[in-house]
């Protein structure tokens, strides 16, 4: 039984594992997205995204913590400086992994994409941003006052109009019946 091992030791011993996570963490760092097999995304996932957020609180100690993990200045200096700056405000969640539906040609592992989410300039917020600003139910009281006033009253009449003329014809229903009996 394999209860409480979350681990995926990813068939290499500790030294190798730690290595091999530690190289890739410095990649996906530097290179903003790296490809890679499904089984060493996600277990890159959990290696660098406590790293990520340590990176948030700038100190001495927090660098010197992460430097034990990374071993790369050059990483550290960019996970401190431009990664940490990106992500202040996100809660976790700092990669996305995508499969690619395909697979290695040598030994048929399933491959992905993983990258860092805030360095995506395709899934950005924006485009969520500009749809919240095209709300319909705003668009009348932005309008200047004139034009505002004629095309409310416009819709007003016409709703006014068939109000009164689906009344008429209720009323004419019933009278209909009455005189046939």
């Not at 996970?79 to 395909?102: D, H, M, N, Q, S």
Request: glycine share 8%; net charge positive.
């Amino acid at each position: 039984m394999r209860h409480g091992k979350k681990i995926n030791h990813l068939s290499r011993q500790k030294g190798h594992r730690e290595a091999l996570l530690s190289n890739m963490a410095i990649s996906l760092i530097l290179a903003k997205r790296i490809t890679t097999t499904v089984a060493k995304a996600k277990a890159l996932r959990k290696f660098v995204e406590p790293l990520i957020t340590k990176a948030k609180t700038d100190t001495t100690h927090s660098r010197r913590t992460v430097m034990s993990y990374l071993q790369n200045k050059e990483g550290v200096s960019t996970l401190f400086g431009e990664v940490a700056g990106r992500t202040a405000t996100r809660p976790g969640g700092y990669t996305r992994i995508i499969k690619l539906g395909e697979t290695r040609l040598g030994d048929n592992a399933e491959m992905c994409l993983m990258e860092l989410v805030d360095f995506n300039d395709i899934y950005k917020k924006d485009g969520a941003e500009k749809k919240a600003k095209t709300r319909r139910g705003r668009s009348k009281g932005k309008k200047t006052e004139g034009e505002g006033e004629v095309e409310a009253a416009a819709p007003k009449a016409a709703a006014e109009g068939k109000a009164k003329k689906e009344k008429t014809e209720k009323a004419a229903k019933p009278a209909k019946k009455k005189a046939a009996k």
